[in-house]
C-alpha cells in the first residue's frame, strides 16, 4: 500500500472565489474524518485570489477512490460549474520514498 498524493487546482468564476472557497472550505472536515486521509487542506492563491487549490493525501488510491463517492464530494461536483472557471486541474502521485 502507497500513499496517494492529489493536487487540485481551480479558478474561480469572476465574483464566485468567496463562494468557491466556502464549498472547498466545507469539504475540509468531513474528508479529514473519512478512513485512510492524512492530510486535506485548502490553499488559496497569494496573487490571483481566484486561484485555489486542495492538497490531500490518502492511505491508499482505494481511500481516494472512495472519497469521490461520498455525499460532500457529489455536492461539491455538482456545484463544480457554478463556481469553477474552466476545468480542474487535477494530479495526482504517488509517494516513492520512506517518510521523513
Known amino acids: 500500500m ?16 468567496e463562494a468557491l ?3 472547498l472550505q466545507s469539504l475540509v472536515a468531513p474528508s479529514r474524518d473519512e478512513p ?3 492530510i486535506y487542506q485548502v490553499h ?3 496573487e490571483d485570489p481566484a486561484l485555489w ?14 472519497h469521490f463517492t461520498l455525499p460532500h ?8 460549474p457554478e463556481l469553477v ?4 486541474d ?4 504517488t509517494r516513492v520514498g520512506p517518510t521523513a
Not at 2 to 17: D, I
Not at 85 to 88: A, M, Q, R, S, T
Open 85 to 88: 472557471d474552466g476545468d480542474l
Open 21 to 23: 472557497g466556502a464549498a
Open 73 to 80: 464530494m457529489q455536492a461539491f461536483v455538482a456545484s463544480v
Open 44 to 46: 488559496q492563491s497569494t
Open 2 to 17: 502507497s500513499e496517494h498524493t492529489n493536487l487540485a487546482q481551480m479558478r474561480a468564476k469572476p465574483g464566485r472565489s
Open 36 to 38: 485512510g486521509c492524512i
Open 53 to 66: 487549490m486542495v492538497y490531500e493525501v490518502w492511505q491508499s488510491a482505494d481511500d481516494l477512490g472512495d
Open 90 to 93: 487535477l494530479k495526482s502521485f
